[in-house]
């Protein structure tokens, strides 16, 4: 059902397979996730795609962890089925348990309420938080 | 601006002045933010919000810092100008230095944009994220 | 700061003033709002936009005070800082009470919250719930 | 597919029973959704997310179907599946009819539409509505 | 599962009718799409969204492919799953390669990053930008 | 009021300079926007974003006004202020013109609420859409 299906790592170009095998290199996996094999139909966009997720979720201020559970967040706010399922199975791969992960949505379901209080209340922002 | 206008704590009710103190002693500060004074008109949306901010945003099994940064990301992803000045300001007291705060949306920014290539791409859920 | 700017009803056309003409009429009032005035800039915009919220907006199976309700419900939602303020103050003159806001905005952040409980949570719909 | 799975009725504590017994004893109902189930594995998120819908979806200044009616707009507006589906079942129980659904979704397309327009042509908040 | 189901060609109306035939004869098609179908059960907001639609999409400064294109790109913004499908469709009919379907993709994702970039980091807006 | 500043040019250290030369040699432009100076204090992010807006918005299967037009539809489908101001300009820039605008942004009115209605009425996607 992707727009323009699926390249599998048997029948990817070297470009692509250049790519697949640094994912699963990085990831320290043997397969490849639906969302690449999608995108790498315009090898631009899947090399460029995965060097900046590389370069962003590996461990620096953050740990990998908290940058794969700040991802669920964004994905289950932005209501992206695909991301919010291969999102958490990162997450817990990366060490994340149940009760970290029922604290994570409690966080985002009471962000995404107080997100629209403070817009519906039309409230001005504090001048101590303009500096 | 804001709709009802702001409950100071020299004019609250004693409920209101409650929730006000339990904020100020929670929070370990001497002043009320505008979102409080704005839904405090509503003495039950007032009581209700911060009991339940405060019973999710104590550590747990994430700490503090980490559920204030979430917060960020959530606001930064529905573009909440209240909320991303707010709960900024409280990150930073939570312990988020700047690297932290440019690798929060860092990730923020790759997750709004997978997040529309997985569905733009009508990327399927693959199998074994599906357990 | 508008785009285009603003078409004032003096500067107007006649095709312009028979659409400004007919929102005074139809609401009662002696003034133009600065998004009518921005969009009248395209004069099909402006009718085609016009027409539908007069269609839309009259009262109905559903009464206009319950309608504009809704539109700042939807504007909450989004985050709409114009549509907000404009339909709030388009609401009260249907006869929104601050009571009624109140309840309003408390039901609008709990359906933002638990929107995403639902999507992050990963819950599947209920079979009754398919007929 | 529930990422924690459900925790049905028999195999629930008796913390999580007792909401379960309020659900359906204020809804008057003998079945529990699939949302409360899901989220049930974390009893705290269970009983302050009930025990916050049961606050706010009481009849008040405004009525159970006014109120159920806004949160299938806020829901189809946020494009949440789950909830379009379950808020939509609760509506018509609340007394909901098809023309009612019709208008309502007339209302929700036509503010997500006049929203963009708002933003996108950039216009500024009258000076009126800004009190 | 559509909420009232679908109403067939050989079901209608005349009025639901009239518009079938119109968007058969205007698209160059045999088919109803799912969605006219669904809100058919309100003749006036079959009628109206027709209509608008049949006057926006249509080629005028910008022609037909770009307009479809800018649809698919909303819709991928909003994961609204029936219209990525239906418009990526339209899209192809009207031109769209897979090259500027990858195109179109990376500007979408791009600009979903970088508005909360811009919203996170609470960029003022440049001087020069406000004229 | 960004949250970290603004790094001017005089004060840029070589890493960032060297963006902001290749920035404003690509844009043919002699100033640098406040959204770079904004992210500029994380050279890593001005990096890895810029490279990745010159790579995506350059001329190609799509040309360059077409790619900021579909920026402009994304950035107020999400509300983006900043976003729409400087891309709004940068359309213009490329050659769009007040009609170019104003289809535009019909487009994106009406796709921001057919997307809803789609959602709204649960309409499934049509078989001939899965391929």
Known sequence: MATL???????ANP???????????????DRINNFWKAIAHDPATLRRTWESVKQ????GA?????KEMIYVAVSASNQCGYCIA???AAARKAGMTDSMFA???AVVGMAN???RLASGYQVEIDEQFKT
Chains 1, 2, 3, 4, 5, 6 share one sequence.
């Open 5 to 11: 299906g699926f390249i599998e790592y048997q029948d």
């Open 15 to 29: 470009d692509v397979r250049a790519v697949y095998d640094d994912i699963m290199a990085t990831r320290k996996t």
């Open 56 to 59: 962003i979720m590996g461990a």
């Open 62 to 66: 953050l740990d990998s962890l908290t």
């Open 86 to 88: 291969s999102h958490t």
């Open 103 to 105: 604290e994570l949505m």
């Open 113 to 115: 309420e107080t997100n």
